[in-house]
């Protein structure tokens, strides 16, 4: 069933593989919430993390998600590693691959970082985000908890707000989600929302108050001011007044709508603490649904079958 090499993006995925990601990943989340969480599964299989940005959420998921199905991992800390001496990326993944992985998981900062090492590896690669391209395992573990909570997708409505422009995670839940037959409104304001970005496909639109009734999701997003140029937005304060989200703001959509965000979070900008903190929001379960989702990609990689062997 499961055909590809590398997990790149979910552009090139079609609706019946993430259908499969996501059937896949339920034993997965059954096995991850036993007391003893360790199978013999993938024994022998060697993943290696590679990530030149910082992360929480997404490298410990892959080394756990990894552990948990008996494979062995390595994390190479970019910062104490030869990178600091020079190394290129090429060098540093040949490097790698001399000590024979089954897997490389990249994060970088250039977008076609991952397709690039794919393209050079005979390991397989997955992107766990490259610039501002794609970030397609966070979309997974998004998919994967709106499908836990609402069913089947099709013809379900997801607000995402925010930096729209410098988000990978906005991007590949564009994909993702639109394959599976969603409406997708993004929002944001023009600078972080410009007209170019119509060429996703999805509606656009700039005011948040307007677009909420009848929203099942709305996912917030991390304002990424690592990758912003100064002046998109007049004040983190006026950001959060148009674009913040609030239980108040959310009386607007009328449902019980689930509140999400890929994380970290700017509590008081993107989201209220107290909206957070609140039933609505479902971040910690995209947190535990991360490894699920992890699992079942690492094992469909290596090679493992439609039935999981447990
Ligand atoms: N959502 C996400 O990618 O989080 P990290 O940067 O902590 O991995």
Redesign the pocket.
């Known amino acids: 069933m499961w055909q590809h090499k590398d997990l790149l993006g979910l552009e090139r995925l079609t609706s019946a593989e993430i259908e499969h990601i996501l059937r896949t990943a339920k034993p997965m989340k059954e096995i991850l919430m036993r007391p003893v969480k360790k199978l013999p599964t993938l024994r022998g299989k060697a993943v290696f993390n590679l990530f030149y940005e910082?992360?929480?959420?997404?490298?410990t998921s892959f080394e756990t998600a990894a552990k948990v199905l008996g494979a062995d991992t390595a994390s190479i800390a970019v910062a104490q590693s030869s990178v600091s001496k020079g190394e290129t990326l090429l060098d540093t993944a040949r490097t790698l691959e001399a000590m024979r992985p089954d897997l490389v998981v990249v994060r970088h900062q250039a977008s076609g970082a991952a397709e690039f090492l794919a393209n050079h590896l005979k390991a397989g690669v997955i992107n766990a985000?490259d610039g501002q391209h794609e970030?397609p395992t966070?979309a997974l573990l998004d998919l994967f908890t709106m499908w836990e909570k609402l069913g089947d997708l099709a013809g379900k409505k997801v607000v995402i707000v925010g930096d729209v422009l410098h988000s990978r995670?906005a991007r590949s839940n564009v994909w993702g989600l639109t394959k599976l037959g969603v409406e997708v409104v993004l929002i944001g304001p023009p600078t972080l929302l410009p007209d170019e970005m119509r060429v996703l496909g999805v509606e656009c639109r700039h005011d948040l108050d307007r677009a909420l009734p009848g929203a099942d999701v709305v996912m917030a997003l991390r304002l990424q001011l690592e990758r912003q140029q100064a002046g998109l937005f007049p004040s983190l304060r006026e950001y959060s007044r148009a674009y913040g989200l609030t239980s108040e703001r959310l009386k607007r959509t009328g449902k019980p709508t689930l509140v999400m965000h890929?994380?970290?979070m700017n509590r008081g900008v993107e989201i209220s603490s107290e909206l957070a903190n609140s039933p609505r929001a479902v971040i910690e379960e995209q947190v535990t649904n991360g490894v699920a989702v992890r699992m079942a990609l690492i094992y469909l990689l290596t090679g493992g079958t439609a039935h999981v062997v447990d």
């Open positions: 910082a992360s929480t959420r997404t490298r985000g970030h966070q995670v890929p994380g970290p």
